[in-house]
C-alpha cells in the first residue's frame, strides 16, 4: 500500500509565502520523479514544477523565479516552496510520485491566496 500525502497549504495574501510538503510512505521503490500540479476550479491540472531522483528541476513559466522545488529522497519527501504569491496561484495543489511502473497521487491541499 502506498500512500502519498500533502500539507502546508492554507490561506495567505498576495506576496506572501507558503512550504507544501508531500510524503510518499509505503512500498514504494526506486522513485523516479516527484511532482506538483495544481487545479484551479474550471480549469485543467497542471504542472507546476516537477524533479528527478537526481535533481533535475522543471518549472512552469507562470512560476518559475517564484517557486522552488525541492526532495529529500532518503525520506521520500518533496518540498515546494512558493514565494511572491499571486491570486492566480490558487488552486488545489497535488502531488505526483512516479516511479518506473505506477504512477501515485496525493489527496491535494488547498492554496488560497487573497489580493
Known amino acids: 500500500q502506498v500512500q502519498v500525502v500533502e500539507s502546508g497549504g492554507g490561506l495567505v495574501q498576495a506576496g506572501g509565502s507558503l512550504r507544501l510538503s508531500c510524503a510518499a510512505s509505503?512500498?514504494?521503490?526506486?522513485?523516479?520523479?516527484m511532482g506538483w500540479y495544481r487545479q484551479a476550479p474550471g480549469k485543467q491540472r497542471e504542472l507546476v514544477a516537477d524533479?528527478?531522483?537526481?535533481?533535475?528541476?522543471k518549472y512552469a513559466d507562470s512560476v518559475k523565479g517564484r517557486f522552488t522545488i525541492s526532495r529529500d529522497n532518503t525520506k521520500n519527501t518533496a518540498y515546494l516552496q512558493m514565494n511572491s504569491l499571486k491570486p492566480e496561484d490558487t488552486a488545489v495543489y497535488y502531488c505526483?510520485?512516479?516511479?518506473?511502473?505506477?504512477?501515485?497521487w496525493g489527496q491535494g491541499t488547498q492554496v488560497t491566496v487573497s489580493s
Open positions: 509505503g512500498s514504494i521503490f526506486s522513485i523516479r520523479s
Open positions: 524533479i528527478t531522483s537526481g535533481g533535475s528541476a
Open positions: 505526483k510520485v512516479e516511479n518506473r511502473y505506477f504512477v501515485y
